[in-house]
């Protein structure tokens, strides 16, 4: 990987917009971290080709997460925060309160959508959130994610199991940074990062995700609509609330 300068780079039209959902389903408070994960995994697993793509929007309580391909030598100084190794690429990274964590659980097969450009969708739906305050954000070649004068703004790593997406992208917008100082972040060291609040952009969480979740739909071509939160059985199963007999 490269840690040169950002750049700008190219990307693909828009896919046409369809009627086919995008269930955005919000998670209140800070979630555990394995809960959410699991589920995601069990989601992917159960899922058929009719199962509707969803968008699971969170916070975690503070967490470094190792993906596939990370090591050990870039978790510094963890300290009280845990560590969990994930099946999602990528290197290190920091989640904590203050940063918008989501999650598309899309079948890339059905939305025409290659590895490839489905991240540098995800990307493109963050740098235009981030147009919407007047910061320009750029991608840098070689290193996933989206980066404002050189920082990193948002970190993306995914996972991709039968042709269906989970994981995600984590987006700083107002939180305690310190957490990324124990780190070398993505596995760069010195690698800074910014957050949204401090480059004039608003505070509350939830207005910038209004703002991202727009965004993410207009990128993958699908009608964003709220849905409640999952429930998780005991094995971390999502369990759509709908569904559940009362």
Wanted: proline content about 9%; hydrophobic content about 45%.
């Amino acid at each position: 990987m490269s840690n040169d300068a950002p750049v700008a780079m190219p990307h693909s039209p828009l896919p046409i917009p369809d009627s086919r959902p995008l269930l955005i389903r919000r998670f209140p408070g800070l979630q555990a971290y394995e809960p959410m994960w699991r589920a995601m995994q069990a989601f992917t697993d159960a899922r058929t080709p009719e199962t509707a793509d969803e968008l699971w929007v969170v916070q975690h309580a503070p967490v470094f997460t190792l993906g596939q391909a990370g090591k050990w030598e870039h978790v510094l100084m963890p300290g009280d925060i845990p560590v969990l190794a994930v099946d999602r690429g990528g290197q290190v990274t920091y989640h904590g309160p203050g940063q918008i964590v989501a999650y598309p659980l899309v079948d890339l097969r059905r939305a025409s959508l290659g590895v490839r450009e489905f991240v540098q969708r995800i990307e493109q739906a963050i740098i235009d959130t981030l147009a919407d305050w007047n910061v320009i954000a750029l991608r840098k070649d070689g290193a996933p994610g989206v980066y404002v004068n050189g920082a990193k703004i948002a970190a993306l790593g995914l996972r991709v199991r039968r042709g269906c997406t989970f994981h995600g992208l984590a987006f700083n917008v107002n939180m305690d940074l310190e957490p990324f100082s124990r780190i070398n972040p993505c596995g760069f060291q010195g690698l800074e990062v910014v957050q949204l609040a401090d480059l004039g952009g608003p505070s509350r969480l939830s207005e910038v995700e209004n703002v991202l979740v727009a965004h993410l739909a207009r990128q993958f071509g699908l009608d964003a609509q709220p849905a409640p939160p999952h429930t998780f059985d005991a094995g971390a199963r999502a369990v759509d609330p709908a569904s559940v007999a009362v």
